[in-house]
Nanobody, 114 residues
Framework: QVHLAESCGGLVQAGGSLRLSCAVS????????ISWYRQAPGQQRELVAS???????NYADSVKGRFTISRDSDKNTVYLQMNSLKPEDTAVYYC????????WGQGTQVTDSA
């Protein structure tokens, strides 16, 4: 049973924007904090942003003011709006619960086009 599916990564220039999507199984979506994580080449996976079932959010310092996490209860989907992208944002982005108790998905690649 697939609980998570990330999508909408891509190639983007520095300063550009992307919106990532994470489709979440209903039972997981409604009762858990959902987070976006990322893993850059040669680096450990890190927490980027989280949103609780009530809509409270928090962010890593490196993305505050640039990224926005949101959730759509009708679609059981969590989004990550990424603006003012920097080369150091290049990574594979994953979603999971927090703590991350679900099997990791394939992730979606975000790459600086420079």
């Amino acid at each position: 049973q697939v609980h998570l599916a990330e999508s909408c990564g891509g190639l983007v220039q520095a300063g550009g924007s992307l919106r990532l999507s994470c489709a979440v199984s209903g039972s997981i979506f409604s009762s858990n904090t959902i987070s976006w994580y990322r893993q850059a080449p040669g680096q450990q996976r890190e927490l980027v942003a989280s949103i609780t079932s009530r809509g409270s959010t928090n962010y890593a310092d490196s993305v505050k003011g640039r990224f926005t996490i949101s959730r759509d209860s009708d679609k059981n989907t969590v989004y990550l709006q990424m603006n003012s992208l920097k080369p150091e944002d290049t990574a594979v982005y994953y979603c999971n619960a927090r703590p991350a108790f679900l099997n990791w998905g394939q992730g979606t690649q975000v790459t600086d086009s420079a």
